[in-house]
């Protein structure tokens, strides 16, 4: 029997009894980062990244039975050896060392190789099956630099101002909010973010990541609108007090068929997945030889890995179809 295998309730891990991002209600759950597509409230018992305490903390209440792990150390789950470390995705996002009778696999959640002031950078992780996310597993996808989208950005917010226009961002309130308001210029203008952007943020800043100030929509002033920056995930805004300039923050903004899709104004390709390079460059770092392929464009990474010799699997997840979830 292989060491993880998928199930109705998600991956499992037989030896150990333990499940990894379930989306069912389990007992033990060892999760990978506190996106919706990633945990399911109510399970007994969770194990996450101390780096993640907070966030998870804020996103799965205080009754929660939390336990966490700082990264690279390991701990023992009916035997079996569980270690969490860096997944570069957003705060606390860890990827799974599992090992079993010198069997070693890895699960890398969701993870990027873009550096972001907010989250601890992606470590490859050596292992013998990898098991890999393929969000955004198409050559297609090829991220700028980070510093370029920032900066494209600042300018986008200066120009805005000029014209007598608000700012306005959307982006995931867990992980995209934060990357944002960690890079953009806070000295061009005020700040405002959509509550549960705020509740984030305090998370964040509980755990020791610098961010600029902001404030919440309600104490939004007329007089500020036009020199304001707003970060709110879509439809998060009520109250407008006059003309706004919008965009979206995703990788998704890479196609245009997503764009249009969302009629945004503008998009900017900004994404918390690796591209196909950086799946690929992962793929190659982990040494493993064989691979399990989940979320996004299973298919398609599953066919080219098959042609470099690697032995590949996809797991069609529940969330397996390329889809707009949280972080993208
Ligand atoms: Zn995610």
Wanted: aromatic share 10%; net charge neutral.
């Amino acid at each position: 029997m292989p060491l993880i295998e998928l199930t109705s309730q998600g991956f499992y891990c037989a030896a150990g009894n333990f499940y990894i991002d379930p989306w069912r209600k389990v007992d033990y759950a060892v999760v990978t980062h506190a996106h919706t597509d990633h945990y399911t409230a109510n399970c007994k018992h969770y194990l996450v990244s101390s780096a993640g305490r907070h966030v998870f903390e804020s996103r799965l209440g205080p009754r929660a039975d939390i336990q966490t792990l700082p990264y690279g150390e390991t701990t023992s789950i009916n035997g079996v050896k569980v270690s969490l470390h860096p997944a570069g995705h957003v705060l606390g996002s860890a990827q799974v060392r599992v090992e079993h009778k010198g069997e070693v696999w890895v699960v890398s959640g969701d993870y990027k190789l873009q550096a972001d002031n907010t989250c601890t950078p992606f470590e490859p992780v050596k292992c013998h099956t990898f098991i890999t996310e393929a969000t955004f597993a198409l050559p297609i996808y090829k991220w700028s630099p980070a510093e370029e989208i920032f900066a494209s950005i600042n300018a986008w917010w200066r120009q805005n101002q000029k014209h007598g226009r608000a700012t306005m961002l959307y982006g995931y309130s867990l992980g995209k909010a934060q990357r944002l308001l960690a890079h953009v210029d806070s000295s061009i203008g005020p700040i405002y973010v959509h509550n549960s952007v705020e509740g984030m943020n305090d998370a964040y800043r509980r755990s020791g990541v610098k961010l600029p100030e902001t404030k919440t929509l309600a104490q939004l002033q007329r007089s500020e609108w036009s020199q304001a920056l707003i970060i709110t995930p879509p439809n998060g805004l009520t109250t407008m007090y006059g003309d706004v300039s919008t965009a979206f923050a995703s990788g998704w903004m890479r196609t245009q068929s997503m764009r249009r899709r969302r009629s945004m104004q503008k998009g900017f390709v900004l994404s918390d997945h690796a591209d196909w390079e950086g799946t690929l460059q992962a793929i190659a770092a982990s040494g493993a030889e064989r691979i399990g392929v989940t979320h996004g464009f299973i298919d398609v990474l599953v066919r080219w890995l098959r042609g470099q010799g690697y032995e590949a699997t996809g797991y069609a997840t529940h969330f397996s179809a390329a889809s707009t979830g949280e972080g993208g």
